[in-house]
């Protein structure tokens, strides 16, 4: 079992930033892939971001890519969401999650444990 908690959420002007943090506990960080995911009401989740084991590899949804920034430290089991420029639309439950796979990153089929969520609002 992973057990993921999130933290970092909040409520934020237009234009502004945040950093989501997840922390991992239970088994090896380092071999999951984690990613990010946001939920809107009435909307379906969606995909946010991905990094890949070591870090090497980052993936985006396509709304995001340029504001928002997916990072992780092995050495701490926490993993990273910096958020720029953010818009009302980004206003959502952010979900951070880890896969055991390796199949698409963007696909929440393919992530094992999920975190219970952190609310980021934006407003205008």
């Known amino acids: 079992q992973v057990q993921l908690v999130e933290s970092g959420g909040g409520l934020v002007q237009a234009g502004g930033s945040l950093r989501l943090s997840c922390a991992a506990s239970g088994r090896t960080f380092s071999n999951y892939r984690m990613g990010w995911f946001r939920q809107a009401p009435g909307k379906e989740r969606e995909f946010v971001a991905a990094i890949s084991r070591r870090g090497v590899m980052t993936y985006y949804g396509d709304s995001m890519k340029g504001r928002f920034t997916i990072s992780r430290d092995n050495a701490v089991n926490t993993v990273y969401l910096q958020m720029n420029n953010l818009k009302p639309e980004d206003t959502a439950v952010y979900y951070c999650?880890?896969?055991?796979?390796?199949?698409?990153?963007?696909?929440?089929?393919?992530?094992?444990?999920w975190g219970q969520g952190t609310q980021v609002t934006v407003s205008s």
């Open positions: 999650a880890a896969s055991w796979s390796s199949g698409s990153p963007g696909s929440d089929d393919e992530y094992d444990y």
